[in-house]
């Protein structure tokens, strides 16, 4: 069965960075493209960054773009998203999603972020 799991959410000031990881068993996340979503309370799930299977190749939302990093470490097949200035708006949880070669989405379960003061 798969499972994709995130970690590393919590509580952070304003201007603070976490790092969030996502990693899955059952799956392999190398050569898949590999996204992050938030959800914020009251709001619908957004896409904020992307890292594509093939090429390595970014996306990043532009709300974002400039203090998020996405990145791949293909030995631990893990898939990790460096949040710096992080704003009180960037409160959410944050899920990673996963594409399957036969299309198949397959979701972790989320990691709550929240930034206060």
């Known amino acids: 069965q798969v499972q994709l799991v995130e970690s590393g959410g919590g509580l952070v000031q304003p201007g603070g960075s976490l790092r969030l990881s996502c990693a899955a068993s059952g799956f392999s996340l190398d050569y898949h493209d590999i996204s992050w979503f938030r959800q914020a309370p009251g709001k619908e799930r957004e896409g904020i960054s992307c890292?594509?299977?093939?090429?390595?190749?970014?996306y990043y939302i532009d709300s974002v773009k400039g203090r998020f990093t996405i990145s791949r470490n293909t030995a631990e097949d893990t898939v990790y998203l460096q949040m710096d200035s992080l704003k009180p708006e960037d409160t959410a949880v944050y899920s990673c999603?996963?594409?399957?070669?036969?299309?198949?989405?397959?979701w972790g379960q989320g990691t709550q972020v929240t930034v206060s003061s």
């Open positions: 999603s996963a594409i399957s070669d036969s299309g198949h989405p397959y």
């Open positions: 890292i594509g299977g093939s090429d390595g190749s970014t």
